[in-house]
Structure formats: structure tokens, C-alpha cells
């Protein structure tokens, strides 16, 4: 029996984390749940899971959570960093899901390292934002930290039965996005909800559009470079429009492995839950006759220059990836928010680059407060 708190349970990682978790009674419990404000769904976790703490976003959301407990549930409910940290290092959980989007997961995710939880990690942010950092106290700690990502499981399923001193270069796969066929000069006219429909994968939404701008394979590139320790210049995107190949791995000997399933999640939450062992999931195999080929193309960089913004600001190191990461967000919500055409994403994000000063070495409040300067600038420009 593995005890387990889930940051960021009603979303779409912590929905199938918590999925899982239903399939497997007999092998984890839930004891705390970590949301921003989908109480009421929260509010039906709490009900089937019986976790001893729940948080939320404020001291608003608490409140309306606690109007939807029942009369004498013994939950303890929380709100803000203190909450969150609060889930992260619950006594008497073994491993931390951290499902929460963007830089807001960096500080609890940290938080569950330092009281030595292992972590099953989808929130990719909190690497590209302070990969040596979070590695590092992972070390230190004797913490896993156990991949989420699709691409970041299959990397690691590759290289788990060879030596890392064998390796020679990752191949990191991505469907291409909705927008992989539809002509550049088109670009200025998408909508989010054009951008939110993604072909292959059920996604949230920032997530999502971060896969319409390819912005999320180069944050892949940069989450790859800290999980893995291995060089940008080792680490070359594919586009395999099947989503069929999560990633694969070649080593010295000219030997490439693969790892291949549905595009489905599941698969690779349940692995980081439960590894070293696989839980019977009664997932689908792959079709292999239906999908006729597997095929496979190189990134158009300047139809998606996003993605070679982030590979720029893997090169660069230092505060540089917590700036893209922060400047993202910034300019994803405000797409999403009808603020700005998709074609300003890029723009912004490169011209908020352009203005900042890397910090050599950076501490952890270096990076925090890189990504503060990274908000306010993009905020400007958007
Ligand atoms: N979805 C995928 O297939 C996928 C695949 C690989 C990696 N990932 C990574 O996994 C992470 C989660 O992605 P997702 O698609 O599951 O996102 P999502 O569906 O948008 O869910 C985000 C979760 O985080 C919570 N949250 C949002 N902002 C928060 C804040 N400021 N403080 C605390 N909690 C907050 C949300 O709560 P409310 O619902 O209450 O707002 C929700 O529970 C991301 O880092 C993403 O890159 C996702």
C-alpha cells in the first residue's frame, strides 16, 4: 500500500492519476488532495477518497468548500503556499503526485523533496525552471523523481535496462501539434479554442496550447536535459504525428529502443506510481495494421519558433529557461484570455528574452525572482 497526495487532483494528470487509484484500491490511498478552485469537484474527490487534508487557492475557496463537507468530516481543509506545502509534506505519504500547472508548482514540489517523498512529476515547469537545483536536493535527499511526461517515461524506460555511459542521443517525439499542417500564414487568424483541440492527446488547457505553439516540446527539451542530465545538443526533436512513439533513446552501439502505447496518459502515471513494477491496466495495444505506418518528420523551426526559443534558452542556462517558462505562461493565459493573436506568443516571449540579464549561478531566489521580472515585462508587452 502506497499513500499518496495528489497536487492538483482536478485536473487532467491528477483526474487520471486519481483513476488509477480507483483501479487499484489495494494499492494506494489518497491522504491529501490539492486544488486551485474546482471545489466542487474537489468536493466529490474528498467524498470517494477520504483524504485528511484538502487545499485550495484561498481563503474564499476553503470557505466554500467547507459548506459542501458533510457534518462531521474529519478533513482538514487549507488554502495558499502554506497549504499546498503543507500537502507536500504530509507525514505518512510515500510519494507526491505533482500534477499542478506552471511555475506554482516549483515551491511545493521542492517542499516534498526536502521531507524525502519520492515525486511521480507532471509538472515539467518546476524543471525547466530549476532542474539543477530540484535535482540536485533529489539527490541529496534519496528522493526518485519519477517522470509523468509521456516522452520523459519513455526516455526513462529506454535507458533503464543500459548504462547512461552508453548513451548516445535522445529522440524526443511530439504529434506536431493541430497545427503541423496548416500554413504559417494562417497562424495570425487561430482562436484558442482552434489551438485548444489537439489530435492525439485529452490535455488541459495551457498544456494544450503550449503543444499548438510546439513551446512544449522545447520545454520537454529542457525538462529531458535536467531529468536525464544529458546535453541540449544530445537531445533532437522528432515530430511522429501517430503519437504512437512516446520517445526513444540510440546508444553507442547504434541501437535505438523505442517505447510505444496508445496516446493515452494513463500508461505513464501508472508507471512512475508504481515502478519498478506494472500494473495490470487493461489498456489497448497499439493498432499497428490500422495505422499502417509510423512516420516521422523533422520540427519546422521557423513556422514554430518557439521551440527554438527554448533550445536558445537551454544553450544560454543559467535564469534564462525560468524567464521563457514565466514569459510563456504569461502569454498563454492572456491567448487564452483573447488578449493577444497567437502569432504574438513567440514575439513576446523572444523580446522578453532579449531584455534580460542572466544571473550566473542562479540561486533559487535568483530563479523566482527571474520569473517575477519575466511576468512583469511579458505583462507589459501583452
Ligand atoms: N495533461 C497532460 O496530458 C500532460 C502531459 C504531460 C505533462 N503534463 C503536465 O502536467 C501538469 C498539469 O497539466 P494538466 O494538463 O493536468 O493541467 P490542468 O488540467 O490545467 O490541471 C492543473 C491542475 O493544477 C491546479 N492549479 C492550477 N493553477 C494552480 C495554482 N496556481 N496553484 C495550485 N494549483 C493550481 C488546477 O486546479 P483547478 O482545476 O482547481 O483550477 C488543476 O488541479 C502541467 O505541468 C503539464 O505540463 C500534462
Not at 524567464?323 to 510563456?328: I, S, Y
Request: glycine content about 8%.
Amino acid at each position: 500500500m502506497k499513500n499518496l497526495s495528489i497536487l492538483g487532483s482536478t485536473g487532467s494528470i491528477g483526474r487520471n492519476a486519481l483513476k488509477i487509484v480507483e483501479q487499484f484500491p489495494e494499492r494506494f490511498t489518497i491522504k491529501a488532495l490539492a486544488a486551485k478552485k474546482n471545489i466542487a469537484l474537489l468536493a466529490r474527490q474528498i467524498g470517494y477518497f477520504t483524504p485528511e487534508l484538502a487545499v485550495v487557492y484561498n481563503e474564499e475557496n476553503a470557505a466554500e468548500l467547507k459548506k459542501l463537507m458533510p457534518a462531521g468530516t474529519g478533513i482538514e481543509i487549507m488554502y495558499g503556499m502554506e497549504g499546498y506545502n503543507a500537502a507536500a509534506t504530509i507525514s505518512g505519504v510515500e510519494m507526491v503526485v505533482a500534477a499542478m500547472v506552471g511555475a506554482a508548482g516549483l515551491m511545493p514540489t521542492l517542499s516534498a523533496i526536502d521531507a524525502g517523498k519520492d515525486i511521480a512529476l507532471a509538472n515539467k515547469e518546476t524543471l525547466v525552471m530549476a532542474g539543477e537545483i530540484v535535482v540536485k536536493k533529489a539527490l541529496e535527499n534519496g528522493v526518485s523523481i519519477l517522470p509523468i511526461d509521456s516522452e520523459h517515461s519513455a526516455i526513462f524506460q529506454c535507458i533503464a535496462s543500459n548504462r547512461m555511459e552508453d548513451l548516445d542521443r535522445i529522440f524526443l517525439t511530439g504529434s506536431g501539434g493541430p497545427f503541423l499542417h496548416k500554413g504559417v500564414e494562417e497562424f495570425a487568424e487561430i482562436r484558442p479554442k482552434d489551438a485548444l483541440k489537439h489530435p492525439t492527446w485529452q490535455m488541459g488547457r495551457k498544456i494544450s496550447i503550449d503543444s499548438a505553439t510546439m513551446m512544449n516540446k522545447g520545454l520537454e527539451v529542457l525538462e529531458a536535459k535536467s531529468l536525464f542530465g544529458v546535453s541540449h545538443d544530445k537531445i533532437e526533436v522528432l515530430i511522429q504525428p501517430q503519437s504512437v512513439i512516446h520517445s526513444m533513446v540510440s546508444f553507442k552501439d547504434g541501437s535505438v529502443m523505442a517505447q510505444l502505447s496508445i496516446p493515452d496518459m494513463k500508461g505513464a502515471i501508472a508507471y512512475a506510481m508504481s515502478y519498478p513494477e506494472r500494473l495490470p491496466l487493461d489498456q489497448k495495444l497499439p493498432d499497428f495494421a490500422g495505422i499502417g505506418a509510423l512516420t516521422f518528420q523533422k520540427p519546422d523551426l521557423e513556422k514554430f519558433p518557439c521551440l527554438a526559443l527554448a533550445y536558445k534558452a537551454c544553450e544560454t542556462g543559467e535564469t534564462m529557461p525560468a524567464v521563457v517558462n514565466a514569459a510563456n505562461e504569461a502569454v498563454v493565459n492572456a491567448f487564452l484570455n483573447r488578449r493577444v493573436s497567437f502569432t504574438r506568443i513567440h514575439e513576446i516571449i523572444s523580446e522578453t528574452m532579449g531584455c534580460h540579464r542572466v544571473v550566473k549561478n542562479p540561486t533559487l531566489s535568483d530563479i523566482i525572482e527571474a520569473d517575477q521580472w519575466a511576468r512583469k515585462i511579458a505583462e507589459k508587452m501583452i
